[in-house]
C-alpha cells in the first residue's frame, strides 16, 4: 500500500513556494529520502498486528513509532536550505507518528491474541480435567460394578446354602422316620450337623454381604467426590469464560477499529489525514484477520465444551456419568435375590414341635423319642430361622443402592 498523499501535497507547497529553483531541487531531494523512509515505516507497522505473530505487538509498536519520530528530527538535519521551511514539515510530521504512537489499535489486538491464547491453552486444561474425571469415574465404577457382583454373587450362595440346608435337614429326618429306626442319637447328630453348617454359612456370607455394602457406599462418596470435581470444573469454566467469551471478544474487535478509524480525524493537514486513512484500513484489515482467528478458536472451544462445561449438560455426557442401566439392573436382580430369600425358607417350615419337626411327623418314635428330638432339634432350628430372618433384614430393600445412587447423581440433574 502506499502513502502518497502526504508527499504529494509537500511538493505541491514546495512548488508554490519563494524558493529558487537551485534551493528547490534542493529540498526536494531532501523530501523524495524523507518520503522513502517514511514511506518503508508506514508499510512495516500494520504487519505488526498480523495473528500470527505470537505474543503482544505493543512493544514492538511504540519501538518502531519511536524510532519514526526520531527520524522527523533528524530527516532534514545538513540541508543548507529552508531550514523553517522544512522544520515545519518535521514538525507536521512528529505529530503525524506521534498520533499513530498512541492508538489503541495494538492495544485491542493483543487483547484478542491473549484471549485466542486463552481459550487455547484453557481447551487443552478442560480437556485433560474431562479426561481425569472421566477416569477417576472409571475407575470408581469398575470397583463399583466388582463389588456390586460379589454382592450378588453372596446372594445367590446363601440363597442355595439355605435350600440346602432345609432341604438335607428334612430329607435327613424323613428317611430315619422312613426307616423307623430308633436311632435317635444319629438322627439328632446327622440333622443337627446339618443344619448348624447352614447356620455358619449364612453368619460369615451376612458378614461378607454386610462388608460389601459398606464398600459400595464407600465407593458412592467416592464418586460423589468425582462429581464434586466436575461440578468445580464448571464453575471454573464459567468464571474463564466471563473474561474470554465471544462477545469480549468482538467488542475487542470493535474497539481496534474505531482506534484504527479515529488515526484520520487526529491528523492536521490534509495529506496526512489521507495516508491516516489508509493506514487505518491496512490496521482494519488485520484486526480483521485478528479477530477471525480468535472467532475460529472460540467456536472450537465453545463446540468441544458445550453440553459438557457450560450450558446445560448433555445427555451423553450425563448417561457416561451417571449410568443408570447398570444400577437398575444390578437393583432388579437384588429385588429378584429377595424374592428368592421368601420363598425359600418360611417360619412355618421351619417349625418344631414335639410331633412334626421340619414338616416331617415324628410318627413312630416313642415319647420319649419324641421329646428328645424336639428338645435338642428346636433350638438349632430355632438359630437357623433367627439367621435367616437377619438374611431377609440385610436385603429388605433391595433397592438400596439405585436409591443411594439417585441421591448421588442429584449433583448432575442440578447442571441438565
Keep these: 500500500m502506499a502513502y502518497e498523499a502526504r508527499l504529494k501535497e509537500v511538493l505541491e507547497a514546495l512548488e508554490k513556494s519563494n524558493f529558487d ?26 504487519p505488526l498486528l498480523e495473528p500470527g505473530r505470537t505474543g503482544p505487538c505493543l512493544p514492538a509498536w511504540l519501538a518502531r513509532l519511536e524510532d519514526a519520530m526520531k527520524m522527523t528530527h533528524e530527516a532534514f538535519k545538513g540541508v543548507e536550505v529552508g531550514q523553517l521551511w522544512l522544520a515545519d514539515i518535521a514538525n507536521e510530521e512528529y505529530r503525524f507518528f506521534f498520533h499513530i504512537h498512541f492508538s489503541r489499535a495494538p492495544v485491542q489486538r493483543d487483547k484478542m491474541v491473549k484471549q485466542t491464547e486463552n481459550l487455547r491453552t484453557a481447551m487443552k486444561e478442560f480437556e485433560n480435567k474431562w479426561q481425569e474425571i472421566k477416569n477417576a469415574d472409571q475407575a470408581v465404577d469398575e470397583k463399583l460394578k466388582k463389588v456390586a457382583e460379589e454382592y450378588e454373587q453372596i446372594l445367590a450362595h446363601v440363597a442355595g446354602v439355605a435350600a440346602e440346608t432345609e432341604k438335607e435337614a428334612r430329607e435327613k429326618m424323613a428317611s430315619q422316620v422312613l426307616l423307623g429306626t430308633a436311632a435317635v442319637s444319629y438322627l439328632l447328630g446327622a440333622v443337627g450337623i446339618a443344619i448348624r453348617a447352614g447356620i455358619a454359612v449364612l453368619g460369615s456370607k451376612l458378614s461378607e454381604a454386610e462388608a460389601r455394602k459398606l464398600e459400595i457406599f464407600a465407593l458412592f462418596s467416592r464418586e460423589e467426590q468425582v462429581f464434586a470435581v466436575f461440578k468445580e470444573t464448571r464453575d471454573i469454566v464459567a468464571e474463564f469464560l466471563e473474561e474470554n467469551d465471544y462477545p469480549q471478544i468482538k467488542d475487542a474487535w470493535d474497539d481496534g477499529e474505531d482506534a484504527a478509524e479515529a488515526l484520520q480525524s487526529a491528523m492536521n493537514t490534509a495529506g496526512q489525514k489521507s495516508d491516516a486513512a489508509a493506514l487505518g484500513e491496512a490496521l482494519k484489515d488485520e484486526l480483521e484477520d485478528v479477530f477471525s482467528a480468535a472467532e475460529r478458536e472460540y467456536k472450537e472451544f465453545a463446540n468441544k465444551h458445550q453440553y459438557l462445561f457450560f450450558g446445560p449438560l448433555g445427555a451423553s455426557y450425563y448417561q457416561e456419568l451417571a449410568e443408570d442401566d447398570t444400577w437398575k439392573q444390578f437393583s432388579e436382580n437384588w429385588k429378584k435375590r429377595r424374592a428368592d430369600f421368601d420363598e425359600l425358607l418360611r417360619e412355618r417350615t421351619l417349625e418344631a414341635s414335639p410331633d412334626k419337626i421340619l414338616e416331617v411327623s415324628l410318627e413312630g418314635f416313642s415319647d420319649d423319642e419324641k421329646t428328645r428330638i424336639y428338645y435338642e432339634l428346636r433350638e438349632p432350628i430355632r438359630e437357623l430361622l433367627q439367621a435367616w430372618n437377619k438374611w431377609k433384614e440385610s436385603t429388605d430393600d433391595p433397592n438400596w443402592a439405585l436409591e443411594s445412587r439417585e441421591r448421588l447423581k442429584s449433583t448432575l440433574d442440578k447442571f441438565r
Aim: charged share 50%; aromatic share 8%.
Design 21 to 46: 529553483a537551485e534551493s528547490k531541487e534542493k529540498i526536494r531531494r531532501a523530501l523524495d529520502s524523507y518520503f522513502r523512509e517514511r514511506e518503508r515505516m508506514l508499510g512495516e507497522i500494520a
